[in-house]
């Protein structure tokens, strides 16, 4: 008897961890191997990036488009869950103007998880010499004990990539 409510305490208590799901198709590495130092280091957040297959962008959590960058190339989310997260598709893609990108959302825009964001072309960007790697953060992730990623493997649009537990 002491077990159901214990069951029942946990099913009621409010959900603390944070999912976020892979904003891209592709192969998923380690923070490391990004070749800039803001994000290899940690300085913006934490989590994992994605060498895309596909040149478009997914919303990875419920949430709002708390910032899109002129130039589309990168996004920032609020997850429903309180999570914050920034999806920067590219090295120094900043650089081309939003050339390449298509936005799909606005500031302000609620999302559900899958809903896209933005088209990019992924040939036309490494042809102007950028390096499409894509870092996905959470960038507040003082607010979580643990963030843990999915690396070292092949990633599809909505499969569970970075898990932030309080």
């Given at each position: 008897m002491a077990a159901d409510i214990?069951?029942?305490e946990e099913k009621t208590s409010p959900q603390t961890d944070a999912v976020v799901l892979?904003?891209?198709k592709g192969k998923a590495v380690s923070l490391s191997q990004v070749n800039d130092i803001t994000f290899s280091e940690e300085i913006m957040g934490k989590g994992a990036a994605i060498i895309p297959s596909e040149g478009r962008a997914v919303s990875p959590v419920?949430?709002?488009v708390s910032a899109i960058f002129e130039t589309n190339h990168a996004i920032g989310l609020t997850a429903d869950n309180g999570a914050e997260i920034l999806i920067h598709i590219g090295l120094d893609t900043v650089r081309l103007g939003g050339k390449y990108f298509?936005?799909?959302v606005k500031n302000g825009d609620k999302v559900k998880a899958g809903d896209?964001?933005?088209d990019f072309d992924i040939k036309a960007i490494q042809e102007?010499?950028?390096d499409t790697i894509t870092p996905v953060l959470v960038t507040n992730p003082?607010?979580?004990s643990n963030i843990l990623t999915l690396i070292d493997r092949d990633v599809n649009e909505k499969e569970e990539f970075?898990?932030?537990t309080k």
């Open positions: 214990a069951v029942n892979a904003p891209i419920d949430g709002v298509t936005a799909h896209l964001l933005v102007e010499g950028y003082d607010n979580y970075i898990k932030a």
